[in-house]
């Protein structure tokens, strides 16, 4: 971060009891993949998922355990058992376990700084009356518990992960706004309903720059679905919507939104658990007009298209929630408060 400008002394904390994503770690994820061949899960093979099956194995490494002097089993024992573990997987190319020791001590004479109880940390903040957000990675459908198991990522993405990965209890999260865009998308396998394989998600994916953060893979784009919405809603506790990417659907002459599934002659209106029948249903749609005028970039929502603003709308109606803040674009200056007296009380209260 200092090469890029950014001053992260005092202002960087990393949790004591944060768990290390180590090079074997990353070897396992690519080799986990390669052995479930056409049932790959889709992961980022950055080895997040085999640091917590470390972590619920109770042979994780720890940051706070690079400093500590006298652990009850050597940092080198940990490394060395975990390494030796990867190495009889994998079968080749084996890895010193001394040099990726050498590595983390290194690592813990940069890091020791930064290094301290953030649960307590907090807890302070909150004592002093100082403000704090919470954010969250990834999203519903990718939770461990919530999510469309197994595609999903190794760790609790919904609201429940602030207290369980901070260390702090419910009582200290105030309001909850989920961040949703104006339409849908998912990167890597697993089902998704209203997945538009033709010119139309092409060009959402296109318009809308879908690409992964992490490994630049293409997202799988399509309408918004309000059955997922809904499901967000509810497992998280999300009291007001941010809705991004209204720009996206500038010139769309109909917009759909998927309002519930079918599966064979009946309609559901609940996410199914059951990954069989997931995978079978078929959109639900409910057909909006599109708007023709431009949004990108509009930064007052009362210069924005009627068409707009009715989507807007009937998202509200389907998810149940206000939708407090508009994105027309990626600027701070494209963010939109909403005006209206929802989007104010929602602010007041949280």
């Known amino acids: 971060m200092r090469t890029l400008g950014v001053e992260v002394d005092g ?17 396992l994820d690519v080799f986990s ?103 969250g990675a990834q999203g519903t459908l990718l ?15 919904t609201v429940g992960g602030v207290c369980t990965g901070l260390g702090v209890g419910p009582s200290a999260i105030d309001g909850v706004m989920g961040v949703v865009k104006a339409y849908t998308t998912r990167v890597g396998d697993g089902p998704m309903p209203t997945e538009l394989r033709d010119a139309m998600g092409e060009r959402l994916r296109t318009t809308g720059n879908e690409f992964g953060a992490v490994t630049g893979r293409p997202r799988r784009c399509g309408w918004f679905d309000a059955v997922v919405a809904r499901y967000a809603v509810r497992v998280n506790g ?23 599934y079918r599966v064979g002659a ?10 069989g029948i997931l995978s079978q249903c078929e959109p639900v749609y409910e057909r909006m007009p599109g708007w023709s005028t431009r949004t990108s970039g509009i930064s007052d929502d009362r210069a924005l298209p009627p068409e707009t603003i009715a989507y807007v709308r009937r998202l509200e109606e389907l998810t149940g929630v206000p939708a407090v803040i508009l994105s027309t674009g990626p600027g701070r200056d494209e963010t939109i408060i909403r005006s209206d007296t929802a989007a104010a009380q929602w602010f007041r209260r949280a």
């Open 143 to 157: 939770d461990i518990d919530h999510g469309t198991y197994p595609y999903v990522t190794a760790s609790n993405a």
């Open 33 to 135: 993949e390669t052995q479930r061949g056409s049932r790959k899960i889709g992961t980022t093979s950055r080895g997040i998922g085999p640091a917590y099956e470390d972590k619920v194995g109770r042979r994780g490494i720890r940051v706070g355990d690079l400093g500590d002097p006298s652990p009850a089993v050597p940092l080198a024992d940990l490394v060395r058992d975990n390494v030796e573990a990867r190495n009889r997987l994998i079968g080749t190319a084996n890895m010193d376990w001394r040099k990726v020791l050498d590595q983390l001590i290194a690592a813990w004479e940069r890091l020791r700084p930064f290094v301290r109880d953030v649960s307590l940390y907090l807890a302070e903040a909150r004592r002093d009356g100082r403000s704090t957000l919470y954010e």
């Open 11 to 27: 202002r960087l904390v990393i949790s004591n009891r944060a768990h290390l994503v180590l090079p074997y770690h990353r070897d």
């Open 266 to 275: 009946t309609r559901i209106d609940e996410i199914p658990a059951e990954l």
């Open 238 to 260: 999300i009291s007001a919507l941010a809705l991004t990417k209204l720009d996206v659907l500038d010139g769309f002459d109909e917009i759909r939104i998927c309002t519930g």
